[in-house]
């Protein structure tokens, strides 16, 4: 069993800077790809980014390309999402979940463990 717990989340205006953590407890995660989803109001989940459980390999979505930036500390159990350039289409509740095994998988329905969302709030 992983526990998730998200935070960092907040308000910020446009063109602005956040910094999400995900902690994770129970099983050893750092073997396991972990990833960020985001859900706005009406839409679906979708995938945001993923590593692997080394850390050594990040995949992105086209949208935040460039400007997220996913990260890992093994030894902290905790993997993090940098948020640059914010934009108000990047406000959403924010997920973590995994950890997923060696593959870094874009679809939800993959992940087994999620973590109870943040919301991310981007004011033009």
């Known amino acids: 069993q992983v526990q998730l717990v998200e935070s960092g989340g907040g308000l910020v205006q446009a063109g602005g800077s956040l910094r999400l953590s995900c902690a994770a407890s129970?099983?050893?995660?750092?073997?396991?790809?972990m990833a960020w989803f985001r859900q706005a109001p009406g839409k679906e989940r979708e995938f945001v980014a993923g590593i692997n459980g080394s850390g050594g390999r990040t995949y992105y979505a086209d949208s935040v390309k460039g400007r997220f930036t996913i990260s890992r500390d093994n030894a902290k159990n905790t993997v993090y999402l940098q948020m640059n350039s914010l934009k108000p289409e990047d406000t959403a509740v924010y997920y973590c979940?995994?950890?997923?095994?060696?593959?870094?998988?874009?679809?939800?329905?993959?992940?087994?463990?999620w973590g109870q969302g943040t919301q991310v709030t981007v004011s033009s």
């Open positions: 979940a995994g950890p997923s095994g060696s593959a870094i998988y874009t679809k939800a329905a993959l992940y087994a463990y």
């Open positions: 129970g099983r050893t995660f750092s073997g396991g790809a």
